[in-house]
């Protein structure tokens, strides 16, 4: 996989949550994944996309995998940043590469996921994800496209 573009990466920044912690005070394993998700939620929308818009053309985003890689604990800092950098191939899917980092800016995690546009109708990846995310999309390259 490759990135279309070499401009930076999304940002945004998720609050840790008392809920997210466990006794010991680190953020829980499954939180990581509900930030990186929420991160890429973001992204898709400061992109310009309309997810209804998206579901009236029968097209839906999935996840198809995911990897996380722990680096250090996080703990009730108040936010985490997490990056969004998506990368296209010539295939049905892409990649998200995301990093996660605590507020003194150290990396904490990376998490990525392998992710398709399915066709809602046929229940199939699309053949172009990029052609059809380009066409829901005011700001591209967000998305790497």
């Known amino acids: 996989?490759?990135?279309s573009t070499e401009r930076e990466p999304f940002h945004a920044t998720v609050a840790v949550r008392v809920d997210d912690l466990d006794t010991n005070g680190h953020v829980r394993g499954p939180a990581y994944l509900l930030y990186a998700d929420q991160a890429r939620?973001?992204?898709?929308?400061?992109a310009g996309v309309d997810l209804a818009a998206l579901r009236a053309h029968d097209l839906g985003p999935v996840n198809l995998e995911t990897t996380v890689?722990?680096?250090r604990?996080?703990?009730?800092?108040g936010?985490?940043?997490?990056?969004?950098r998506f990368l296209w191939g010539k295939g049905r899917t892409s990649r998200v590469v995301q990093e996660l980092r605590a507020g003194d800016g150290g990396l904490v995690a990376e998490v990525e996921s392998v992710s398709g546009?399915?066709?809602?109708?046929?229940?199939r990846l699309v053949a172009d994800p990029p052609r059809r995310w380009r066409?829901?999309?005011?700001?591209?390259?967000?998305?790497?496209?």
């Open 1 to 3: 996989m490759i990135a």
């Open 41 to 46: 939620w973001e992204c898709v929308q400061a």
């Open 69 to 71: 890689r722990f680096h």
């Open 73 to 77: 604990e996080l703990t009730s800092s």
């Open 79 to 84: 936010a985490v940043e997490v990056s969004c």
């Open 117 to 123: 546009l399915l066709d809602l109708t046929r229940r």
């Open 135 to 145: 066409e829901h999309a005011t700001r591209p390259w967000l998305l790497g496209l």
